[in-house]
């Protein structure tokens, strides 16, 4: 799987055609990697993100980068982790699809993700990187026009959880 890229760092500073947000469903901005997208975009992406009236969890919109070196932004809200059975898998797995499924039908070649609902939202870490690796893989065997997925791990924690999976993943 080498369209698989891990990589440890900020997610806004990646020169990929699109940068997924792990966004909250106003899509109005907000702590974590959502604050760190706006601010390195601009106050023009809260402008365009107004415009949308929010995304449901599991669901996905895109707007333009603005400020970022990428060229587009993939919003969407993961599940806030409750227990396990409230439909947190199918969720985390959907914004998966829908964020590369955008990507494909915008002509994004290459896209970043960060470890969604890992923050906050209290998914546990390991189990939303299997998942993660799985959509991931699935996806890319169906759609070749993706070219390249990074995981973008903030902290050497995530960072060898991803490299560990994708590892196992491969075996
Ligand atoms: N680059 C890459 N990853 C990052 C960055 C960054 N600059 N900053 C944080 N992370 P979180 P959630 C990692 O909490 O759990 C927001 O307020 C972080 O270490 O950002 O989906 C939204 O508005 C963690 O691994 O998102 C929602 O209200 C991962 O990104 C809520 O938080 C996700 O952590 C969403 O919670």
């Not at 601009?42 to 009236?53: A, I, M, N, V």
């Not at 603005?66 to 227990?83: C, E, F, K, N």
């Not at 039908?105 to 960060?114: D, E, L, V, Y």
């Amino acid at each position: 799987m080498d369209q698989i890229e891990i990589v440890e760092g900020d997610i806004t500073q990646l020169r990929v055609d699109a940068i997924v947000n792990a966004a909250n469903t106003s899509l109005l901005g907000g702590g974590g990697v959502d604050g760190a997208i706006h601010r390195a975009a601009g106050p023009q992406l809260l402008e365009e993100c107004r415009t949308l009236g929010g995304c449901e969890t599991g669901q996905a919109k895109i707007t333009k980068g603005y400020r970022l070196p990428a060229m587009w932004v993939i919003h969407t809200p993961g599940p806030v982790w409750r227990d396990g059975q409230h439909g947190e898998d199918d969720l985390l797995a959907s914004c998966y699809r829908n964020s590369l499924a955008l990507a494909v039908q915008h002509g994004a070649r290459t896209i970043a993700f960060p470890a969604i609902s890992t923050g906050v939202y209290g998914f546990p870490l390991e189990r939303a990187t299997r998942l993660a690796v799985r959509e991931v893989r699935k996806f890319l065997e169906r759609n070749p026009t993706i070219e390249k997925v990074v995981f973008a791990c903030f902290g050497p924690a995530a960072f060898e959880c991803y490299r560990k999976t994708v590892e196992e993943a491969n075996e």
